[in-house]
Structure formats: C-alpha cells, structure tokens
C-alpha cells in the first residue's frame, strides 16, 4: 500500500509542476528596466506614463512593448523602444513543462525577457533659444566653414576673389 501512495504522491508533484511554467517559476510576471541619463535628473515616460526623474528602476510587466522617452526642458528628448526577447527558459519547458508550461510562460509573459533591460540616455544634447543653431561648438564650427565656402563659390563664379571685390564707385 505504501508503494501505491508514494507514486501517487510523486505523480501529483510531477504534475503540479508540468502546470506551471518554468520560466514562471523562475522569472516571475515582471522585469526591472533600469534607465539612466547623462546629465542625471532628466524626465522619464513609459508608454506616455511618468515614471520621475533619472536613474529610474521601473518593475514592468515582461512580454510587452514599451517606448522610453527622457526628457528634459532645453534638452532634445531620447528615445527607445524597448521589446520583448524570447527567454532560454521557453526552451526548458520543452524539455521538462511540456505544452501546458509553455502556454502559461507565453500568457503571463514570464517566457519573454526586456531587450534592451537597460537604457542610458546619451543624447540628450541641451538646445539654445534659437534652435537653428546648434549649442554643440564643433556644429557651430561646421556652419561657419560651410558658410565661408559658400562665399568663397559666389566670388570664384564672378571671377573675383574675396580680396578684389570692387570698390562702389
């Protein structure tokens, strides 16, 4: 009799854990995604929903699309789409969960990783008043030497140099 029951036993337990899946067990409904800025303090969205100011550890719910945004007044806002990644762990439940495992991973979305689970914003680039000239000094050294070769092309089709230019007589 004891034989009987400890099979039974053992067939209740293999079955209970054949119902869950693996990664479900393992990784849980939700994953931390952790955002970051360069100037810390810049303005966190997820999905349009604010989420404060940066560095931001946000337990998001796995299997998911998200769009990052940090913001900043003054600065140009960065953005990420952050998608989800199918976890080693969907492999497991072929080998040990079975069908009914890796139904449960994909619905509850513990089969799916953040990719990337990190964002760092580093473009966040401060923009001045009058946003057609870029804050950047090398840009700015950009214009001014696009803007003298422009010069330089009008003088040289009226076959004058920047040094002959007639007087106004």
């Given at each position: 009799m004891?034989?009987p029951?400890?099979?039974?036993?053992?067939g209740i337990?293999?079955?209970g854990?054949?119902?869950?899946g693996c990664?479900?067990?393992?990784?849980g409904?939700?994953?931390?995604?952790?955002v970051?800025?360069?100037p810390?303090?810049?303005c966190?969205?997820?999905?349009g929903d604010s989420?404060g100011a940066t560095p931001?550890?946000?337990?998001?719910?796995r299997?998911k699309t998200?769009v990052?945004?940090?913001?900043?007044?003054?600065y140009?806002?960065?953005?990420?789409t952050?998608?989800?990644?199918?976890?080693?762990?969907i492999w497991g439940?072929l080998?040990f969960g079975?069908?009914?495992?890796m139904?449960?991973?994909?619905?509850?979305?513990?089969g799916y990783?953040?990719s990337?689970?990190?964002?760092?914003?580093?473009?966040?680039?401060?923009i001045?008043?009058d946003s057609?000239?870029p804050?950047?000094?090398?840009s700015?050294?950009?214009?001014e030497?696009?803007?003298?070769?422009a010069e330089?092309i009008?003088y040289?089709?009226?076959?004058?140099?920047?040094?002959?230019?007639p007087?106004g007589h």
């Amino acid at each position: 009799m004891n034989g009987p029951r400890c099979v039974l036993a053992i067939g209740i337990v293999v079955a209970g854990w054949m119902a869950t899946g693996c990664a479900t067990v393992a990784n849980g409904p939700n994953q931390d995604l952790t955002v970051t800025s360069q100037p810390e303090a810049l303005c966190v969205k997820i999905n349009g929903d604010s989420y404060g100011a940066t560095p931001v550890v946000a337990s998001l719910p796995r299997g998911k699309t998200y769009v990052v945004e940090v913001a900043k007044d003054r600065y140009h806002p960065y953005q990420l789409t952050v998608v989800p990644t199918a976890s080693g762990m969907i492999w497991g439940n072929l080998l040990f969960g079975g069908l009914i495992g890796m139904a449960v991973d994909s619905t509850s979305g513990a089969g799916y990783n953040h990719s990337p689970d990190r964002v760092h914003a580093y473009f966040a680039v401060p923009i001045q008043e009058d946003s057609l000239r870029p804050v950047c000094p090398e840009s700015i050294l950009v214009l001014e030497a696009r803007r003298k070769a422009a010069e330089k092309i009008v003088y040289m089709k009226s076959g004058l140099t920047p040094y002959d230019q007639p007087m106004g007589h």
